[in-house]
T-cell receptor, first 113, second 114 residues
Framework: KQEVTQIPAALSVPEGENLVLNCSFTDSAIYNLQWFRQDPGKGLTSLLLIQSSQREQTSGRLNASLDKSSGRSTLYIAASQPGDSATYLC????????????FGKGTLLTVNP | GAVVSQHPSWVICKSGTSVKIECRSLDFQATTMFWYRQFPKQSLMLMATSNEGSKATYEQGVEKDKFLINHASLTLSTLTVTSAHPEDSSFYICSGKQGQETQYFGPGTRLLVL
């Protein structure tokens, strides 16, 4: 059974800092991995999706890497802004008949002005 | 990107009543829809997977007679929480996908059972 762990559970940084969020998964046989953002009481916004054959994906100030063999992914946020404050969720797609997602518990990020 | 809506966005009900939540894919045909539950400060936990026209597949520990799922069309799935109790209070999120495409998530429905 796939298990996804995110470290740290919470992170508070001053505005402008670069930061890294970590995600690890137990079964390396994945189809893809996705990072989401969730604002309080809201649904999920997809940030980046990395296919199992890829090593990284970039979108603006965000960069996600994937090391499938070691079961790890990182989300790098450059020049953080207060508007980046949210919970960041990592989800692993293990493929199979329905391509179900297994989520980590998330990292609550607070960027202080 | 593809849009998924949920209705209602929040609902308060008395213990023992049933609540229906709708999930609609607005601009694509969702051959598969997923229902998740999220408790405070916890991650999303998959409750069930439904393919259009078929019975839903429930995850271990989820009572299929309590959480009724209907996916009668390619754009609509419903989750009915029957005889709701306070412990069913949670944030319910649906998602839809077409084929092997990525899942698109709805905005969620907050349920409070008094």
């Amino acid at each position: 059974k796939q298990e996804v762990t995110q470290i740290p559970a919470a992170l508070s940084v001053p505005e402008g800092e670069n930061l890294v969020l970590n995600c690890s998964f137990t079964d390396s046989a994945i189809y893809n991995l996705q990072w989401f953002r969730q604002d309080p009481g809201k649904g999920l916004t997809s940030l980046l999706l990395i296919q199992s054959s890829q090593r990284e994906q970039t979108s603006g100030r965000l960069n996600a890497s994937l090391d499938k063999s070691s079961g790890r992914s990182t989300l790098y946020i450059a020049a953080s802004q207060p508007g980046d404050s949210a919970t960041y969720l990592c989800a692993v797609n293990s493929g199979g008949s329905n391509y179900k997602l297994t989520f980590g518990k998330g990292t609550l990020l607070t960027v202080n002005p | 990107g593809a849009v998924v809506s949920q209705h209602p966005s929040w609902v308060i009900c008395k213990s023992g009543t049933s609540v229906k939540i709708e999930c609609r894919s607005l601009d694509f045909q969702a051959t598969t829809m997923f229902w998740y539950r999220q408790f405070p400060k916890q991650s999303l936990m998959l409750m069930a997977t439904s393919n259009e026209g078929s019975k839903a597949t429930y995850e271990q520990g989820v009572e299929k007679d309590k959480f009724l799922i209907n996916h009668a069309s390619l754009t609509l799935s419903t989750l009915t929480v029957t005889s709701a109790h306070p412990e069913d209070s949670s944030f319910y999120i649906c998602s839809g996908k077409q084929g092997q495409e990525t899942q698109y998530f709805g905005p969620g429905t907050r349920l409070l059972v008094l």
